[in-house]
């Protein structure tokens, strides 16, 4: 049998128990005293009676398993709960997932369902502070909404089955200064299987198509290759004479269809997107697809919505993420590991990422054994489940922790080695806001990129940034720098978003000086709610941090970050005979790089009139067009079709 995959959202039971008298009084086998009926995805921290409370609280689902099911594996995967979870069935217990409130899990309900009657799935969930879970205690700057605030879903496979499947996608890259579109690649696959005793009569085969879903060309069918160990199997690497490779510009992905048998009958099948591109860093440069590239953007804090909290729907997270690429963010990084949904959109849509463990701020600044045993934990959770998103090119191993002790460096050391055991390839980072105490001694400098929060002016003090900044660059040669914030934080510095626009373009105006920042993460998209807020209560309580609002509605500092990020600069001007022509420049500070398949689009009172595709042009190329008569506005456009500036003709 194929893979099947039943997402469980309607008719859920919920109740608190702020006695914590659940486990006593048998909840889990005799059903909930009392409850209400939700959806999922859910969290109790935006509704009226319930939005200050942290403890414990208890989900049921009651359901009637299909008689199919019978000789089958069925396991449950949780997308994210936040945080310990204990999971019955029938009132039997069925596993644990404690101190990660971010990462996915699955949990095998063996052969304790029940085919004719009605089975009761029970989820205990608590949110309290933690000592033994990442985020420490209180030490995080965002919101600890409780609750089953993504999807949970049934996957139903025959009883061999696969756990996951790591794809190695190589281009071959010859040279390096150009960008490369299309090269030849190497492709392997290792497929890890559910641990099983007997793996006799079990064989695996791989498909790979160009595109996805509907639009997909097969490029490469293999023999069966049979299972000679109970773990998995290793698929030879795949040659490929020529590939397309994915670029945030162009998104280009391939679909690898892993069918695993049991004496022919197929047990499990599982369809992966992946792309093929090599992002690396040389001396102080980073380098996506042979291109010497400089690159903006700006984070977003999920959850920040007061209507839904950590609980968003797709609907308003793609929304989100749309307002994200239209304000020229090709680069971004999350301090907490995010659904798989949002990496799909990434991927298909184009999205550079920095992923991190949510290991943030001073409690405790420096790691004891159970940090690193929980980091593990976590990042074992995240490897597996992301490794094989295109749109994640670099890893992070914490964020404003004691960066200048040698307790926290060789907390970093451990951590770096331990994330390059699984993935070799990407980048290990540590973000540090410490670097300026002591440049030459600051654990950001073991990753492979140094990553420096930057509020000079604010938050760290009145130092000048062009001093400081050199201090690093001298104490730190032939080495990437990325500011992986900077911004204003109000109420705590005044200003409102007018001093937010003039200190994004000061900062801008200094980092593009420097060759060695190759690249630039604003602090953020959006105001986002947090239990650390300055501003507001409850599920309003905030950090005013974006250029967006906590709705999502943009202020003007939005279109100063969407055109000072923006790849291209344009002048208009009056020729000889009087037309107004358009004079289109590619930035060759920050951002820098190549644009190809760019369109600029002439309209009349918001109606088309002309859709002009613009030449390929390096950084530091020009390009001119006249202005249509009639044209009173223009906007260009990436290949995949989303805005990168507009403007009145």
């Not at 099947?4 to 889990?28: H, T």
């Amino acid at each position: 049998m194929s893979r099947v995959i039943r997402k469980l959202e309607e008719a859920w039971k919920f109740a608190i128990d702020p006695n914590n008298i659940g486990i006593e009084e048998e909840w889990f086998r005799k059903g909930l005293p009392s409850w209400k009926e939700i959806k999922l995805p859910h969290t109790f921290n935006i509704e009226p009676e319930t939005v200050a409370y942290r403890g414990s609280a208890w989900y049921a689902y009651p359901f009637f398993p299909e008689k199919e099911w019978l000789g089958k594996r069925v396991r449950l995967q949780f997308n994210g709960v936040y945080r310990d979870a204990d999971i019955w069935l029938n009132g039997e217990f069925l596993g644990q997932h404690y101190n990660s409130g971010f990462t996915a899990f699955t949990v095998d309900m063996e052969d304790k369902f029940r085919i004719g009657v009605e089975n009761n799935l029970v989820v205990r969930v608590q949110n309290h502070s933690s000592s033994t879970a990442l985020p420490y205690g209180n030490s995080f700057d965002w919101a600890d909404d409780g609750g089953i605030y993504r999807d949970v879903s049934l996957i139903i496979t025959g009883k061999a089955a696969i756990d996951h499947v790591k794809l190695i996608a190589k281009p071959v890259i010859s040279s390096y200064g150009n960008r490369i579109t299309h090269t030849k690649a190497t492709l392997e696959a290792k497929t890890v299987l559910i641990p099983a005793a007997a793996y006799k009569d079990k064989s695996c085969c791989i498909e790979v198509y160009k595109g996805s879903e509907k639009d997909m060309e097969l490029l490469y069918r293999s023999a069966d290759i049979a299972v000679t160990d109970a773990n998995g199997v290793d698929i030879p690497e795949i040659h490929f004479e020529q590939v397309e490779l994915w670029h945030f510009d162009n998104p280009q992905l391939y679909t690898a269809v892993i069918t695993l048998k049991q004496e022919e009958v197929i047990t499990d099948r599982v369809s992966i997107r992946f792309g093929f591109r090599e992002f690396i860093t040389e001396g102080h440069r980073f380098i996506l697809n042979g291109e010497y590239v400089r690159l903006c953007g700006t984070e977003w804090m999920p959850g920040a919505n007061p209507e839904y909290g950590n609980a968003e729907p797709i609907e308003y997270i793609v929304k989100t993420l749309e307002q994200l690429k239209e304000s020229n963010c090709v680069f971004t990084r999350f301090h907490w590991q995010q659904d798989e949904a949002v990496y799909d959109w990434c991927n298909r849509n184009g999205m550079l990422i920095q992923e991190e463990i949510p290991y943030w701020g001073k409690a405790p600044e420096l790691p004891e054994r159970q940090q690193m045993l929980t980091a593990r934990e976590q990042i074992n959770e995240m490897l597996v489940s992301h490794y094989n998103h295109p749109s994640i090119i670099m890893w992070g191993m914490g964020n404003e922790l004691a960066g200048q002790s040698k307790e926290l460096q060789d907390f970093i050391g451990e951590l770096k080695d331990y994330i390059k055991q699984y993935d070799s390839i990407r980048p290990v980072n540590y973000i540090t806001n410490t670097i300026f105490e002591n440049p030459a001694n600051d654990a950001t400098s073991l990753g492979d990129v140094l990553m420096v929060n930057e509020y000079l002016g604010t938050w760290h003090g009145n130092l000048d940034e062009i001093e400081e900044l050199n201090k690093i660059i001298k104490s730190n040669p032939n080495r990437s720098i990325v500011i992986s914030e900077f911004g204003l934080c109000e109420p705590a510095f005044p200003g409102g978003d007018k001093r937010r626009c003039e200190l994004f373009q000061k900062k801008m105006s200094i980092y593009e000086k420097f060759p060695e920042i190759s690249g630039i993460i604003n602090f953020c998209l959006n105001d986002y709610r947090t239990q650390m807020g300055e501003q507001g209560q409850y599920q309003f309580r905030r950090r005013v941090h974006g250029s967006v609002d906590i709705f999502g509605e943009p202020k003007p500092s939005y279109y100063i970050v969407q055109e000072v990020c923006s790849p291209v600069a344009i002048r208009k001007y009056h020729d000889e005979t009087g037309d107004t022509v358009i004079s289109l420049s590619v930035k060759d500070t920050l951002p820098s790089y190549r644009i190809e398949g760019y369109e600029i689009i002439f309209k009349k009172t918001g109606k088309l009139l002309e859709r002009i595709k613009i030449p390929s042009l390096k950084p530091g190329g020009t390009w001119e067009i006249k202005v249509p008569a009639q044209s009173n506005s223009l906007c260009i456009v990436r290949p995949n079709g989303f805005l990168v500036i507009e403007k009145n003709t």
